[in-house]
């Protein structure tokens, strides 16, 4: 069974920062795409960004230039390092993984909330 451990989020204020790591574990075959996703009250869950095993990556548009996504292939970890944080930010993000073979799985989220 695939599991993925988050961790990182909290209460920050705007303009502030934060890093987001998620390590996957429990797939022999590895993962293919690895990323995050966010869900605010009220709104559907939407993509934040995704980075797959060649390094290629996406963004939402409302983070491009704020956000960096990184991966460790080693330690099947994924990373999203959030810069200029903006209360319309403020979400459960949850990491999301599509292991080869396996298929998607979700983490459990982690609350980012983003108030002065």
């Known amino acids: 069974q695939v599991q993925l451990v988050e961790s990182g989020g909290g209460l920050v204020q705007p303009e502030g920062s934060l890093r987001l790591s998620c390590t996957a574990s429990?797939?022999?075959?590895?993962?293919?795409?690895m990323g995050w996703y966010r869900q605010a009250p009220g709104k559907e869950r939407g993509l934040v960004a995704r980075?797959?095993?060649?390094?290629?990556?996406t963004y939402a548009d409302s983070v491009k230039g704020r956000f960096t996504i990184s991966r460790e292939n080693a330690r099947n970890t994924v990373y999203l390092q959030m810069n200029s944080l903006k209360p319309e930010g403020t979400a459960v993000y949850y990491c999301?993984?599509?292991?080869?073979?396996?298929?998607?799985?979700w983490g459990q989220g982690t609350q980012v909330t983003i108030s002065s």
């Open positions: 999301y993984v599509r292991a080869y073979v396996k298929g998607d799985y």
């Open positions: 429990g797939s022999i075959f590895g993962f293919d795409l």
């Open positions: 980075i797959d095993s060649g390094g290629g990556i």
